[in-house]
């Protein structure tokens, strides 16, 4: 199971570091490619590359400027599965079981402010983690941890340069390099 | 159990949204105050005090201008505990057990990309939501998620306004004044 996510609504001014913690939220949660819509914003490519140069995940994808709805429509046609994450869907304790149980590659949107509403009809699923507004970033971690029963906290990157030495104060990394 | 974070390194052009989804994090995921560490962000307390006018929580604190170290060795004179929050830190796999069994005032810090090292000292717990760099936000999340067991995204605000109708596609609220 691939499980990418998608981006929509990023203002390059306003948004680059919440998108940028979109993208390192889907790397560190299992996530194998975050897709930028619409807009190029080599800031965001830059921070997710130096991240995987160092912790690992050469081979995470990453893509920008992709046009939305062609991009779930293909993700559909080709057999995979489209999640949208919003605080107006149903609630993520009431479908998380089916979603753990169906083994297709999923697509994980996660818009800005306003999402057209396209894309709640394009979605086979819209899922709210919880009914209040908090952070796309919030939703993105808590339903990757749930979809992977925290198993995703415990990844090592086979390609890391620097892995944590898990301490009970201060800082220890190991080199690999 | 109170819990209350306490976010520290905010620089106000920089991270003002990003504080703005720690403190609404907090709240939607059952905190009930949020303390933003020696700044003031007007930006950040009118953006939570329009969510919890709307949508709930007239009762959660905000503060701002902190002095982070007094503030800490205060939880703590109360018998409260600081669990910090770093990818450096035991993992929380280890530790969730211990800490949903204390029954004490929790102080739950997140630091921006630098935290200094007294806080790792000052901290009962530093804790990794996986060893990998990702968010706070996230951190923050998946934290409360795991500690208050999924509960709290089931939580309704008695003095909300509007709430959420869940549904299958669009938007759904209902007004309750």
């Given at each position: 199971?691939?499980?990418?996510?998608?981006?929509l609504g990023?203002?390059?001014?306003?948004?680059?570091r919440?998108?940028?913690?979109?993208?390192?939220?889907?790397?560190?949660?299992g996530?194998s490619?975050?897709?930028l819509?619409e807009?190029?914003?080599?800031?965001v490519?830059?921070?997710?590359?130096?991240?995987?140069?160092?912790?690992?995940?050469s081979?995470?994808k990453v893509?920008?400027g992709?046009e939305?709805v062609?991009?779930i429509?293909?993700?559909?046609?080709?057999?995979?599965l489209?999640?949208?994450l919003?605080?107006?869907?149903?609630?993520?304790?009431?479908?998380?079981?089916?979603?753990k149980?169906?083994?297709?590659?999923?697509?994980i949107v996660?818009?800005?402010?306003k999402v057209?509403p396209v894309i709640y009809?394009l979605?086979?699923?819209?899922?709210?983690i919880?009914h209040?507004?908090h952070?796309?970033?919030s939703?993105?971690a808590v339903?990757?941890?749930?979809?992977?029963?925290?198993?995703?906290?415990?990844?090592?990157?086979?390609d890391a340069?620097?892995?944590?030495?898990p301490t009970?104060?201060?800082?220890?990394v190991?080199r690999?390099?």
């Amino acid at each position: 199971m691939k499980v990418f996510v998608l981006r929509l609504g990023h203002r390059p001014l306003r948004d680059k570091r919440i998108t940028t913690h979109v993208a390192l939220t889907a790397r560190a949660f299992g996530a194998s490619g975050f897709v930028l819509a619409e807009v190029h914003d080599e800031g965001v490519v830059r921070s997710v590359r130096k991240v995987c140069n160092t912790w690992g995940g050469s081979n995470f994808k990453v893509l920008t400027g992709v046009e939305p709805v062609s991009y779930i429509n293909e993700w559909k046609n080709e057999g995979g599965l489209v999640i949208h994450l919003t605080m107006y869907g149903l609630h993520v304790d009431d479908l998380i079981n089916t979603l753990k149980s169906i083994n297709k590659d999923l697509l994980i949107v996660v818009g800005a402010e306003k999402v057209p509403p396209v894309i709640y009809e394009l979605a086979n699923y819209n899922v709210a983690i919880g009914h209040q507004p908090h952070s796309e970033v919030s939703a993105l971690a808590v339903f990757l941890d749930r979809l992977f029963s925290g198993r995703e906290l415990h990844f090592i990157y086979s390609d890391a340069k620097i892995s944590v030495v898990p301490t009970e104060k201060g800082k220890k990394v190991i080199r690999h390099d």
